[in-house]
């Protein structure tokens, strides 16, 4: 069982960045691979970026891709995502999730935990 908690939202302005950070409970947080998803007003959840358990493979939706960077400390129990060039259409709630030996995953199902969310506002 993990527990995940995320922080480092706000608001920001077009071009900005931002640090989310989520932070996981557990001895075990080395067996679960980490996604990043997002869930803006009115639309469903979407992948947002992956980490495999071992660090070795990241993955992104398109629209990251070359401005988001997820990272993780498996020693700490910490699992990041850098946002640069912020876009206003990258408002929304981001979400982390934790998938229990999985390799990294952009499919919703395929994760078993989840944190409450943290929300990025991007004014342009």
């Known amino acids: 069982q993990v527990q995940l908690v995320e922080s480092g939202g706000g608001l920001v302005q077009a071009g900005g960045s931002l640090r989310l950070s989520c932070a996981a409970s557990?001895?075990?947080?080395?067996?679960?691979?980490m996604g990043w998803f997002r869930q803006a007003p009115g639309k469903e959840r979407l992948f947002v970026a992956a980490?495999?358990?071992?660090?070795?493979?990241?993955y992104y939706t398109d629209s990251a891709k070359g401005r988001f960077t997820i990272s993780r400390d498996n020693a700490n129990n910490m699992v990041y995502l850098q946002m640069n060039s912020l876009k206003p259409e990258d408002t929304a709630v981001y979400y982390c999730?934790?998938?229990?030996?999985?390799?990294?995953?952009?499919?919703?199902?395929?994760?078993?935990?989840w944190g409450q969310g943290t929300q990025v506002t991007v004014s342009s």
């Open positions: 557990g001895r075990t947080f080395s067996s679960y691979a």
């Open positions: 999730a934790a998938d229990y030996y999985g390799l990294g995953s952009a499919r919703r199902g395929d994760y078993d935990h």
């Open positions: 980490i495999s358990r071992s660090v070795d493979r990241t």
